[in-house]
T-cell receptor
């Protein structure tokens, strides 16, 4: 079945450092891919998405490119801020509205 | 304010008790779902609904019941609470796109402890 694998955290960075959070997936067909973010004490929010191979999703300085050849959707940001500290979830959907989530990666950014 | 409202925010139950977690949305979303979030396991789908009168099981449905009598409401019932159901529960809704492209709107969660 479909599944998502994320790198384990926590990821600890200093402010203005470069961020990469790895995400790989297993799916039949051509899934849609998502990154969601969860700030402390809140529900998840959609950060970005991509619907087909080579698409790049971007939002708030974050980017992720749908790589079908490596079945990956890594999240990147060039310069993180303390306010980016949160848990990040990679997710996919097949041909339904059901989302399958990865286990989440906690990001901690220090001044 | 438009969004997904979950109540209660916190709840402590004794083993064997029953309760209902409420979820309501005012965005006219047809698709609604319940997830539980556990450390190291991410979010796992419990039940979902593609519209009023239609529900289906997700990945971890045992011990939970749902119903969808209106578009707005999607309550989750625990019939006989067990310590293994200690978790944070999230309700989410979206417009149906067939591929999750509507983007989920999540509630702020219910933290449930079963003792």
């Amino acid at each position: 079945g479909n599944s998502v694998t994320q790198m384990e955290g926590p990821v600890t960075l200093s402010e203005e450092a470069f961020l990469t959070i790895n995400c790989t997936y297993t799916a039949t067909g051509y899934p849609s891919l998502f990154w969601y973010v969860q700030y402390p004490g809140e529900g998840l929010q959609l950060l970005l998405k991509a619907t087909k191979a080579d698409d790049k999703g971007s939002n708030k300085g974050f980017e992720a490119t749908y790589r079908k050849e490596t079945t990956s959707f890594h999240l990147e940001k060039g310069s993180v801020q303390v306010s980016d500290s949160a848990v990040y979830f990679c997710a996919l959907s097949g041909n339904t509205d059901k989302l399958i989530f990865g286990t989440g990666t906690r990001l901690q950014v220090f001044p | 304010n438009a969004g997904v409202t979950q109540t209660p925010k916190f709840q402590v139950l004794k083993t064997g008790q029953s309760m209902t977690l409420q979820c309501a949305q005012d965005m006219n979303h047809e698709y609604m779902s319940w997830y539980r979030q556990d450390p190291g396991m991410g979010l796992r789908l419990i039940h979902y609904s593609v519209g009023a009168g239609i529900t289906d099981q997700g990945e971890v449905p045992n011990g939970y019941n749902v119903s969808r009598s209106t578009t707005e409401d999607f309550p989750l019932r625990l019939l006989s609470a067990a310590p293994s159901q200690t978790s944070v529960y999230f309700c989410a809704s979206s417009f149906p796109s067939g591929r999750g492209l509507g983007g989920y709107t999540f509630g702020s969660g219910t933290r449930l402890t079963v003792v």
